[in-house]
Structures are given as structure tokens and as C-alpha cells.
């Protein structure tokens, strides 16, 4: 029975659309109301979304909390992790930096006055959502899930019982009237059902005025402590300035300059050594580069038939030849006039 009325319906609707056959025409006032429902079923649905959106903007954020609250709720925990508010992740970049520049610098010490109250900004933000999903977001979304969800359903039986109205009526003559009688009843029945849902939809819509309100009130409550939070932050950053005007400015004293030896080019990294090297008499070092006498002694002294060595008995006896006796008494004559 359920397979052939679906055939029916579907011949029918076939006749109607491309066939260009007339079904059943409901009353204007019926048309109307059903416009309304859908422009308010769109409504709902647009305004939850961009809702969502003014208060979690980050789409990838989003996305993340939404599996991890999924994973909460199959885990069984209770606790939910938070959106991460923007204002809470600049308050704790400015905390992190303005510890680092420590209490000596004026714009840690404001980075940290600043970065505590953003963190309570975040607080008030999750305040904010918290009351907009429970006073505005959940009253709509259940709207969604079950007002606007069984009027449609009331539609679609109707849509139905008249396809297979319209089709018992063509067949008048054909089929028994109790079966012509019985399609027309269900008809009847479905569209005072779906009137009556949708009337009440439209009628009740002071519940959507009262959660609208709910949202307004939420975010005048968010603005009123963000704007006091922000005052007080303002007053604490013109008091610091006003401090650190009154103090007297350090007057910058630059180090006194390092000499350098230019002398020294045995540095192992090329560079000139820092420490002062000892000055040498004019006198001392002029003696230091004459030969001594004793030296001129030993040179005379030096055996001219000593024998070579066993590792330089293969070179050259020019080679290893003593030095000339004019090439002596040359250096021994210099040494002794100067």
C-alpha cells in the first residue's frame, strides 16, 4: 500500500508540473502565513550563524573547539575548553615581554598593566558568551530544532494528502466516493494543522523579540565593564608617564676608550692586543741588534774541519763548508768600532 499512494503522489506531481494539470489552490491567507514561517525559519538560521561568528571570529578556532568539545562529550567530561579570546592571547604576550624588559624599563612595567587588562577583557568576553548562548543562541536553535522543524513536517504531509486528493479527484466516478470522501478529510485535517502551527509561530514571535533583548542586554553588560577596565588602564599608563617625566633623565656617560697595540700582528683572531706593551729603552734596543763579543768569539772558535753530521753527509761539501775567515773578521772588525 505505502509503494503504490508514493506512486500516486509521484504521478500527480508529474501531471502538475510537466503536464501543466491544476491541483487543489490554497486560500491566500494560508499562502501568507506560509511565507512568513519560511522568511522566519531563514531568519533564525542567518542570525544564529552570524552570531556564532560575532563572538568566535576565528573560523579555524572554531572549528577546533567544536572537535574538541565532540571529544569531550565522548570522553564523558563535564568541563569544556573555552574559545581562546583574542584579547587573552594579546594580554599574555604582553605579560610574557613586559617581564622580560624587567621593572627598570618603564615600557615593561605598562606592558604588564596593559597585558593584566586584556586578560580581564578575555574574562568579561567569556562572560559575554556564556549569556549570549544561554539566553539568545539555545531559545533560537531550539526554535529551529522544533517549532520551525514540525511545521515543516505539518507541510510536507499536507503537500502530500493533496497530491493524493487532487489524484482521487481526477479519478472521480472511477474509485468509490468514501475513498474520494476520506483524501478530502486528510486534506482538510493537515492544512488546519499546519495553519494552526504556523499561527501559533507568528503569534508567539514576542518570545524572539525577548531573546533579541537578552543579546542587546548581554552585550551593553560586556561593554560597561570593558569600558571600565579600559579607564582604569588609561589612568595607570598617564600616571606612568606623568612619573617618569618628573624624574631626572640619566645622562648617557660613554666608557673611556681602550689603547691598542698596532705592533703586535700575532693575534690569533687578526685583531690588536688590548694590554700595554712594555716600552724598550732606544739605547737597549740598539745593543740588541749588535753581535755580541762572545758571539764573535764563539764564530771564531768554530771548528773549520768539524765532521758533518750523518744526515747532511749526502749534501754538497760547498754546502757545508765553514764560513771564510774574511767573511769573521769583517763582522768582528764591525763590532769592535761601533
Known amino acids: 500500500m505505502p509503494d503504490s499512494s508514493c506512486c500516486v503522489l509521484f504521478l500527480q506531481l508529474v501531471s502538475e508540473k510537466v503536464g501543466g494539470a491544476e491541483g487543489t489552490k490554497l486560500d491566500d491567507d494560508f499562502k501568507e502565513m506560509e511565507k512568513k514561517v519560511d522568511l522566519t525559519s531563514k531568519a533564525v538560521t542567518e542570525v544564529l550563524t552570524r552570531t556564532i561568528e560575532y563572538l568566535q571570529p576565528n573560523p579555524a578556532s572554531r572549528a577546533k573547539l567544536t572537535m574538541l568539545n565532540t571529544m569531550s562529550k565522548i570522553r564523558g567530561q563535564v568541563k569544556n575548553p573555552g574559545y581562546p579570546q583574542s584579547e587573552g592571547l594579546l594580554g599574555e604576550s604582553m605579560i610574557r615581554y613586559g617581564k622580560e624588559l624587567g621593572e627598570d624599563s618603564n615600557f615593561g612595567d605598562a606592558l604588564l598593566d596593559a597585558g593584566e587588562s586584556m586578560k580581564r577583557l578575555a574574562e568579561v568576553k567569556d562572560s559575554l558568551d556564556i549569556e549570549v548562548k544561554q539566553n539568545f543562541i539555545d531559545p533560537l536553535q531550539n526554535l529551529c530544532d522544533k517549532d520551525l522543524k514540525e511545521i515543516q513536517h505539518h507541510l510536507k504531509k499536507l503537500e502530500g494528502r493533496r497530491l493524493d486528493f487532487d489524484y482521487k479527484k481526477k479519478r472521480q466516478g472511477k474509485i468509490p466516493d468514501e475513498e474520494l470522501r476520506q483524501a478530502m478529510e486528510k486534506f482538510e485535517e493537515s492544512k488546519e494543522v499546519a495553519e494552526t502551527s504556523m499561527h501559533n509561530l ?69 685583531g690588536f692586543s688590548c694590554n700595554p706593551t712594555p716600552k724598550v729603552s732606544a739605547s737597549s734596543s740598539f745593543r740588541s741588534d749588535k753581535p755580541s763579543r762572545a758571539s764573535v768569539r764563539s764564530i771564531r772558535e768554530f771548528p773549520p774541519s768539524a765532521p758533518p753530521c750523518m744526515m747532511c753527509a749526502h749534501l754538497s761539501p760547498s754546502l757545508l763548508a765553514p764560513p771564510s775567515l774574511a767573511l769573521l773578521l769583517g763582522v768582528a772588525h764591525t763590532s769592535v768600532l761601533s
Open 202 to 270: 507568528l503569534e508567539t514571535d514576542i518570545e524572539q523579540v525577548s531573546q533579541l533583548s537578552a543579546l542587546v542586554d548581554a552585550q551593553l553588560d560586556y561593554h560597561r565593564q570593558a569600558v571600565q577596565i579600559l579607564d582604569e588602564l588609561a589612568e595607570k599608563l598617564k600616571r606612568r608617564m606623568r612619573e617618569a617625566s618628573s624624574r631626572p633623565r640619566r645622562e648617557y656617560k660613554p666608557k673611556p676608550r681602550e689603547t691598542y697595540d698596532f705592533g703586535e700582528t700575532d693575534q690569533s683572531n687578526g
